[in-house]
DNA sequence: GTCTATACGACGATAGAC
DNA sequence: GTCTATCGTCGTATAGAC
């Protein structure tokens, strides 16, 4: 018997999510993960017999998906104006990255290159990102190697600015990413070079 | 007498640099600085008594002069037409960051927060960057609070072109973003929402 | 100023009781 | 399924010879 009221798996992967996306990988001990998340080490082994590694790799899966299925799910829904869907994305991503102040996954994990699957994770939750931007603005009437571009210097802002949050604590530039969202996804004038 | 040949301090801070740039804090264990500068470990407390912490110190310390005096230095040419020094440092960028492939100091070093005196010397040297990129819109003819939003923002869009660059293996987007420098920091028709 | 050798704590990981 | 206790390794750091 649990001397503690067991975790959840749903709980359990968010306190792991929400400690590595705060300090990384190999800051992120055995002894720190216990601590986040209630467990003791070795029943952390028993949910995760890889370790630390199998962690992370559950935690780049999951958040991968939850990316694609939520925050950038209402690109989807053809029957909404693009205008109203993009501000939904940008509503989800100040809520996914709580207004700057939390890193993404990508920045954490992409330093320390941990193994190949996980660098395989972020590299497709980042491509999935891009495509989802591309598509809108190829909605919008963008040619599509002009989406394409405008996507990856949209997602480009968004990431950029959360490391200067991070560094600086001034997270204005974050909210203008998302403020700008729309002009940078949809708008037929280049506002690039 | 060494061994080896004595490394001057000016090729061993290059190292350190190098190494701390590619894998970030936690990830550079003694025996890889030792690996990668070519001192065996005691010789590296013999220049830095306080160790690990005080070789990324002075690792961010250096990077942070070098930025200022060597990358960002001809904004200060009044001399020469906006333009053109707008188009040097953009040179300058891309080759401190090797076309995109080399990671920037802010994002490996931010994440693990190592202690405070680093993350101070990352934040200097973020705002010297953007102070030097908004005195560029300024001279330009911005209005002071738009020219520092707009400096804000190519920072970052850079920033997040590298961490893109890291993830997905795809440069473009920092090419991009040093392409679009002269209209972001000197355009005079709002870029931004 | 650099080396070899070593101390010692923290690390990831495992064994076995309950 | 969680715990306590422990293993071996690798981490940072130091001692002392040259």
Known sequence: MPRNPTVSN???????????????YESASMARIAAATGLEKSSLYHRFP?????????????????????????????????????????????????????????????????????????????????????AIGVEAGMPR?????????????IEGALVLARVTGDTTAFERSLKSLPNQLTSHDDQRN
Not at 10 to 24: A, C, E, Y
Not at 57 to 81: D, I, S
Not at 110 to 126: C, D, K, M, Q
């Open 145 to 157: 190697r002009r989406a394409r571009q405008c996507a990856q210097d949209a997602v480009a802002n």
């Open 10 to 24: 749903d709980v359990l992967l968010d306190r792991l999510t929400h400690l590595f996306r705060m300090v990384g």
């Open 50 to 134: 890889n370790g630390k590694q199998q962690m992370a790799l559950e935690v780049t899966e999951r958040v991968g998906a939850t990316f694609a299925n939520v925050v950038l799910a209402p690109a989807l829904q053809h029957e909404t104006p693009v205008a109203k869907r993009v501000e939904t994305i940008a509503a989800n991503l100040r809520e996914f990255y709580k207004e700057g102040t939390m890193p993404c996954l990508l920045e954490a994990l992409s330093v320390e290159a941990v193994n190949e699957s996980i660098s395989a994770n972020l590299r497709s939750a980042a491509e999935a990102w891009i495509g989802v931007f591309a």
